[in-house]
Structure formats: structure tokens, C-alpha cells
């Protein structure tokens, strides 16, 4: 499984653009990028996820490098609800496997 | 959109005693997906089911088993329990095809289990 890393925490001004980024620099051709959210003690919650392109729907826009090498999740205009730590996780699609969580990213979102 | 659904959402069980969690998947998802997520920890995999055959396995230990039965829920069952067994226990569904999930994970919204 490709190994990620994630800044332990950022900070983001309400109604600002928050953006998180995640590198996976050992990703392979066929797994792609998927970003989770965990409010505190509540179930991880799906984002978005992308293979190459990037990708954007109601909740956040995803940027992936051309190399594939990292990514960026973009939260447009950050809630204090957004607050929560978000997990950028390699998965192969297809494969029925575990989502291994690394650290992630606590984000603050600041009145 | 139905959810996946856990229950109970909170037990309180002491040491050597038994513990069932359920899980229901969202409707039409036939994996299931168990998680453990301790104190300060990150979720961590525990186990796996694919059309009620265990499909993948993580760091489980020996005195907790699973099944997925017929109408595709699952249920967790730990024996012995220890207090280091205290933790969020998640569930997670998705849609798969001849044993290959082609779908995201969609997580429930946890037991919380305190073992006293």
C-alpha cells in the first residue's frame, strides 16, 4: 500500500478556501486517491476520490499532480462544521480491501 | 439516502463478559467492513465480508469473530473482553461485484464500547 503524508494540522478561516494537501509519492498506477473526514468521534465520512483527473462535487474539488505524486482537497468555502480530521487514503478500486487510515490532517476552521 | 445503521450505539460490558455489535449495510451493498478505532487512535481494519464469506482480514484478535448472515448485515462478537477493548467500533458497506468492490465505503456511525 502506498504510504501518504499528511501536515498533523492547519488552521482556516471561516468562508475561506481551505486547502489540504497529501503527498503519495509510492502510489501505484492503479490505486486511486480517496479523502475521508472524521468529525470527532463520529463515522469516517466519504468526500471524493480521483484516479488522475481532477474531480469536484458538492462537498470539495480534488487536484491531482500529473505525476500522481500528490494531491490537494479544496473545501471552497470552510464551515466551522468542517472542522474534523481528513485522511487521504491510496485504495485500489475493485479490490474489496481494508482503507488503511494514516494520521491525517486535524483542520480547524476558525470563526 | 438510507445509511448504514449500528446498534447498539453504546454498550457497557465488564471484563470477561461477551459483546454483539450489528451492523446493517445500506440497501443493495453486500460488503461488509469492521473498524476499531481506539482512544486518540485512527481507525484501524479488522475484518471483511463478501456475500457472507470472510473476504479480508486485519489485526483481529482470536476472541472476536464475525459473520455476515443472508440479508447481508454482519455481526461482531467479542468474547473475554479486555479494557484495552474499549473503543469506537465502526461499520463500513459497499457495493461490490463478483467479489471486487466497484464502490466507495460508506461508514456507520459506530458502537462505542466501554469495557469497565
Known amino acids: 500500500d502506498a504510504k501518504t503524508t499528511q501536515p498533523p494540522s492547519m488552521d482556516c478561516a471561516e468562508g475561506r478556501a481551505a486547502n489540504l494537501p497529501c503527498n503519495h509519492s509510492?502510489?501505484?498506477?492503479?490505486?486511486?486517491v480517496y479523502w475521508y473526514r472524521q468529525i470527532h468521534s463520529q463515522g469516517p465520512q466519504y468526500i471524493i476520490h480521483?484516479?488522475?483527473n481532477n474531480e469536484t462535487n458538492e462537498m470539495a474539488s480534488l487536484i491531482i499532480t500529473e505525476d500522481r505524486k500528490s494531491s490537494t482537497l479544496i473545501l471552497p468555502h470552510a464551515t466551522l462544521r468542517d472542522t474534523a480530521v481528513y485522511y487521504c487514503i491510496p485504495w485500489v478500486s475493485g479490490s474489496a480491501r481494508q482503507l488503511t487510515f494514516g494520521s491525517g490532517t486535524q483542520l480547524t476552521v476558525l470563526p | 439516502a438510507a445509511g448504514v445503521i449500528q446498534s447498539p450505539r453504546h454498550l457497557i460490558k465488564e471484563k470477561r463478559e461477551t459483546a454483539t455489535l450489528k451492523c446493517y449495510p445500506i440497501?443493495?451493498?453486500?460488503?461488509v467492513y469492521w473498524y476499531q478505532q481506539g482512544p486518540g487512535q485512527d481507525p484501524q481494519f479488522l475484518i471483511s465480508?463478501?456475500?457472507?464469506?470472510?473476504?479480508d482480514k486485519g489485526s483481529i484478535p482470536d476472541r472476536f469473530s464475525a459473520q455476515q448472515f443472508s440479508d447481508y448485515h454482519s455481526e461482531l462478537n467479542m468474547s473475554s473482553l479486555e479494557l484495552g477493548d474499549s473503543a469506537l467500533y465502526f461499520c463500513?458497506?459497499?457495493?461490490?461485484?463478483?467479489?471486487?468492490?466497484?464502490?466507495?465505503?460508506?461508514f456507520g456511525p459506530g458502537t462505542r464500547l466501554t469495557v469497565l
Open positions: 480521483g484516479l488522475k
Open positions: 463500513a458497506s459497499s457495493f461490490s461485484r463478483g467479489g471486487r468492490s466497484t464502490d466507495t465505503q460508506y
Open positions: 509510492t502510489i501505484s498506477g492503479n490505486e486511486y
Open positions: 440497501p443493495r451493498h453486500d460488503t
Open positions: 465480508f463478501y456475500e457472507k464469506m470472510q473476504s
